[in-house]
């Protein structure tokens, strides 16, 4: 939807809030409301309906004081308006926003805000609502036992790409860093695919010896060699109807990249020791950590393999890059381990929240999840503290050493001001840079008062 043709109600108790917004928008928009008392909102939706509704977390009425932004987005939800609802909120109520975002809220801005982001949310939010566009949503592991979440635009544009890939048999390359989540995106294609009811073979074959590849990979015949002794189906074999996943597909040499390609262009395998190929039908996909210009130079790997995995390329973002998504996944794994260890729910406090968010995070997901499962087995109580968070030291290595006096937030911001400066002041090349969204990199650039 274009904002010129957008209709947005603001609820919120301070009036010269009301006014900047209404003196920002107006010239925008097709129609801007302003509501001081929140209770006046069922009147304003019964009398029409709104694609936008900016609703602050706090106001000066004693109703469920503290969580007043989640009381009406859920008196919002009750009415079943359409409207997105931004929540407005202070940096120190992020949690509480966090918490709003599970509950149906479109997205949330913290106060003071630039002008700029505040258009930016308005119309990412906007475009969310168009039709065909699809809604935030998460896409279930039943076997792995997790679950891929995340409502920040790179994971929204993964999950799209994800529906519109998934019935075809189009094979797909996955790239990304370690621990991002490589393997559940290649379930979830599986899933969602025509082939969902056949069987879907994982193999790392970076870590099959040199000597084992084709056996394991393509089968043998009892006596093929000296330890051959009897038949094996090989994975191809196995993961025929189905779908067959190779992870770790840059580690294999040149010599086992030419008997994959083969394989893969004749759609047939011959086991060792037979004679007679065996037809396949299978859908590929392939992962790695490489990125794609390393897997170019054909000193490592052919050119035209590349090719013949990477009909279609989804790179899976950082889990740094994700804002928010680090929250919704701290929560999530929060509910899963107290639940495995038995414990009462924890909720994190604001330290910890803060200390979540301006960490680096070079295990991603995976580091992610172990350092929230460690809180919870250690916890003394219920609210997990930042000095409950223990960071694995196994990972320090991937990231620059920081001397402890260096405050990480004048490390991201001397950060964001170099990128935004190499880039001449152009903010859409610095978040590509950065590996953020706009919305992500204007958030920040209002946190530092940039």
């Known amino acids: 939807m274009n904002l010129k043709n957008a209709t947005i109600l603001v609820v919120d108790d301070d009036p010269d809030i009301l006014t900047a917004m209404r003196l920002l928008l107006k010239p925008q928009v097709k129609e801007i409301a302003a509501e001081k008392n929140p209770e006046n909102i069922r009147q304003h939706l019964s009398k029409q309906e709104f694609d936008i509704i900016l609703l602050d977390m706090n106001f000066t009425s004693s109703v469920n004081s503290g969580n007043e932004g989640l009381f009406w987005l859920r008196k919002i939800k009750e009415l079943k308006s359409s409207a997105s609802v931004i929540m407005i909120t202070a940096y ?10 599970k509950e149906g809220a479109s997205d949330f801005m913290v106060k003071p805000w630039h002008n700029e982001v505040l258009v930016d949310t308005i119309k990412e939010a906007l475009s969310k609502r168009e039709p065909g566009k699809p809604e935030s ?45 490589k393997d559940l995106i290649a379930r979830a294609i599986h899933q ?20 084992l590849f084709e056996s394991e990979l393509f089968g043998h015949k009892k006596g093929a060699f000296t330890d051959a002794r009897e038949d094996r189906v090989g994975r191809f074999e196995a993961a025929n109807g189905g779908t067959l996943f190779l992870d770790e597909i840059a580690n294999i040499s040149l010599q086992q990249q030419a008997k994959l390609l083969t394989a893969l262009q004749n759609r047939q395998v011959t086991k060792l020791g037979a004679n007679q190929p065996l037809d396949i039908d299978i859908r590929l996909v392939c992962a790695t950590n490489v990125p794609i210009s390393s897997l170019a130079n054909e000193t490592q790997f052919r050119k035209d393999l590349i090719y013949r995995i990477n009909t279609v390329e989804i790179i899976v973002p950082p889990l740094r890059s994700r804002g928010n998504d680090i929250l919704m996944l701290a929560e999530h794994f929060l509910k899963v381990y107290a639940e495995k260890y038995m414990k009462n729910a924890f909720e994190f406090s604001r330290q910890a929240i803060e200390k979540l968010l301006s960490y680096p995070f070079p295990g991603n997901v995976r580091e992610l999840q172990y350092t929230i499962e460690r809180a919870v087995i250690m916890a003394d109580d219920s609210v997990l503290q930042a000095k409950d968070l223990l960071f694995s030291t196994i990972e320090q290595s991937t990231f620059p050493i920081v001397r402890e006096e260096t405050n990480l937030s004048d490390l991201e911001k001397g950060t964001i001001l170099r990128v935004i400066d190499k880039n001449n002041g152009n903010i859409t090349r610095a978040a590509k840079e950065l590996g953020l969204t706009r919305t992500a990199l204007y958030r920040r650039l209002s946190k530092y008062d940039i």
């Open 92 to 101: 120190g109520d992020i949690d509480l926003a966090v918490r709003a975002l």
């Open 137 to 181: 949503r998460k896409l279930t592991s039943s076997v792995i036992g997790t679950e891929l979440l995340g409502s920040s635009e790179l994971m929204e544009e993964i999950f799209h790409k994800v529906e519109k890939i998934a019935p075809t048999d189009a094979n797909v390359l996955i790239l990304g860093e370690n621990g991002t989540g």
């Open 192 to 211: 969602r695919s025509r082939r969902a009811q056949k069987p879907y073979m994982k193999v790392d074959v970076g870590a099959i010896s040199e000597t």
